[in-house]
């Protein structure tokens, strides 16, 4: 029978990547699905039964994990991770296999390698994974550490580390760096979630900016906060329902 999959990862072009690094891989994999959070991929999986599943834990909606309990022992799940901890958990609890972020084709290699094997075996039993991955991480929140952007035809890849701020456009997001600006395909509500808050502050309903990154606050004429960065010209503004941020304890 010909081998199907659900690629389930909120990022549409790192799903892209998955999907094409797949296909030269795994050229007789029919991908059934793809979904954007972790909802879609249940209906997805409910609607057409696949044998694989490609999971990103951190996904709105429902996570992955969530996704991979719901799919227990009736598909194989592979986990798509930024995080160590997270995969070798998964790993040591029976989920096939973890792809780490950013993508790398000889892993993803591996990964198809032991999926053809695994095949002719049961699918894992993971309903107790969601535990299993609380007390190996410690129940902290976990957030992005890197994010990859398109770059013309490419794909860069800018640590978290090196944002200094970003600004809502319409439904999409740019994001700031010190020599740089890029165009991102999530809303500003949906990278909130994903950045570390005690390093991230929302200073204006449209404007997010790396704390490290502020090099001076200034008072305006009509008494409202502008913030002053270390390595760029512009000021941003800061709202009234954000002021508090700035006040010393």
């Known amino acids: 029978m010909t081998p199907t999959a659900i690629i389930a990862e909120d990022e549409p072009i790192l799903r892209a990547e998955i999907r094409e690094t797949l296909r030269t891989l795994w050229p007789e994999l029919r991908v059934s699905a793809e979904a954007a959070d972790g909802l879609q991929a249940i209906e997805a999986f409910d609607r057409y039964g696949p044998n694989i599943l490609f999971l990103d834990i951190q996904m709105p909606g429902a996570t992955g994990i969530e996704v991979a309990r719901h799919a227990s022992g009736k598909a194989h799940v592979v986990f798509i991770t930024a995080h160590d ?60 550490k890197w994010l990859s952007v398109p770059h013309g035809s490419e794909l860069r890849v800018v640590a978290t580390a090196e944002i200094l701020y970003l600004r809502a456009d319409n439904k999409y997001t740019t994001v700031n760096t010190r020599s740089s600006t890029f165009l991102l ?40 906060l502008e913030v002053k960065l270390k390595d760029r010209a512009e000021l941003l503004p800061v709202s009234a329902a954000h002021t508090h941020l700035f006040k010393q304890p």
């Open 85 to 144: 901890d997270y995969a070798v958990a998964a790993f040591e609890q029976g989920a096939i296999d973890y792809i780490l972020k950013p993508i790398c084709e000889e892993r993803v290699k591996v990964t198809v390698e032991r999926l053809r094997d695994r095949l002719r075996e049961p699918p894992a039993d993971l309903h107790g994974l969601a535990e299993l991955l609380k007390s190996t991480v410690g129940g902290e929140a976990r957030y992005l």
């Open 185 to 224: 395909n999530s809303s500003l509500k949906e990278m909130q979630r994903k950045l570390d808050p005690a390093v991230f502050w929302q200073i204006h309903r449209s404007i997010i900016v790396n704390v490290a990154a502020i090099d001076t606050i200034y008072r305006s004429f009509r008494g409202s």
